[in-house]
């Protein structure tokens, strides 16, 4: 198991919820988007994306570079400043957003 598969299969009770599949499609997807490399210990699910405390150091030029990808896979739009803030708190809400509003 890589360090990618262990970062996602580590999922909380509240992320059971959630689709492996699309957990690790989301990840790699944000990864590529931004052209980012995974952490070193991988991406732990609810880590902050953004902020501080991240440990990918986006900017905001890369919240709309996700934001265009997450479009062009899902067909979401967030137009909204403060929904697209929200959705890219940490990789399990986003995964949970895109559940809820893809078509």
């Known amino acids: 198991m890589n360090a990618a598969s262990e970062g996602i299969s580590r999922i909380t009770v509240p992320t059971a919820a959630l689709d492996l599949a699309l957990l690790k499609e989301v990840q790699a997807l944000l990864l590529h988007a931004v052209d980012a490399i995974e952490p070193p210990g991988g991406l732990r699910l609810d880590e902050p994306l953004f902020g501080p405390d991240s440990r990918l150091d986006l900017d905001s030029l890369d919240g709309l570079q996700l934001s265009v990808a997450i479009q062009k896979r899902y067909g979401i739009r967030m137009a909204?400043?403060?929904?697209?803030?929200?959705?890219?708190?940490?990789?399990?809400?986003?995964?949970s957003y895109i559940a809820t509003h893809r078509k």
């Open 80 to 95: 909204d400043s403060k929904d697209l803030r929200r959705a890219l708190a940490s990789l399990t809400v986003l995964a």
